[in-house]
Nanobody
Framework: QVQLVESGGGLVQPGGSLRLSCAASGRPVSSSTMGWFRQTPGKEREFVAAIGITTHYTDSVKGRFTISRDVAKNTVYLQMNSLKPEDTAVYYC??????????????????WGQGTQVTVSS
C-alpha cells in the first residue's frame, strides 16, 4: 500500500520561506514521478512542480520554488522561497507509476497525500 504524508505547511509572511516534505512508503520515490499540486477553494487543483527523469515547474513559481528528493529517506521536498499571498493554498504531494507522464495533469498521478495548508499573509 502506497502512502504519501505531507508536512511543513503553516503561516508565513510575504517574502518568507517554507519547506514542504512528502514522506513516501510502499513505493520508492526514485522510481516514481513525484509532483506537487495546490488547490484553493472553488478552484481546480493546480500543478506546481514535478521531479522524475527531470524537473518541471509552473511558470509562476520558477526561480522561487525548488523540488528535490532524498532517495535514502524516500522523501520529496518543495522548498518555497519569496512566498507571495497568491501562493496560499492546500499543497498536495502525488506519485505516478509512469516514468514521465504529462506531469501537469493531476489525472496522470496514481497516489495522493492528504494535503498541507500553506498561508502567506502579513
Amino acid at each position: 500500500q502506497v502512502q504519501l504524508v505531507e508536512s511543513g505547511g503553516g503561516l508565513v509572511q510575504p517574502g518568507g520561506s517554507l519547506r514542504l516534505s512528502c514522506a513516501a512508503s510502499g513505493r520508492p520515490v526514485s522510481s516514481s514521478t513525484m509532483g506537487w499540486f495546490r488547490q484553493t477553494p472553488g478552484k481546480e487543483r493546480e500543478f506546481v512542480a514535478a521531479i522524475g527523469i527531470t524537473t518541471h515547474y509552473t511558470d509562476s513559481v520558477k526561480g522561487r520554488f525548488t523540488i528535490s528528493r532524498d532517495v535514502a529517506k524516500n522523501t520529496v521536498y518543495l522548498q518555497m522561497n519569496s512566498l507571495k499571498p497568491e501562493d496560499t493554498a492546500v499543497y498536495y504531494c502525488a506519485a505516478s507509476r509512469t516514468p514521465w507522464p504529462t506531469v501537469v495533469d493531476p489525472n496522470r498521478y496514481n497516489y495522493w497525500g492528504q494535503g498541507t495548508q500553506v498561508t502567506v499573509s502579513s
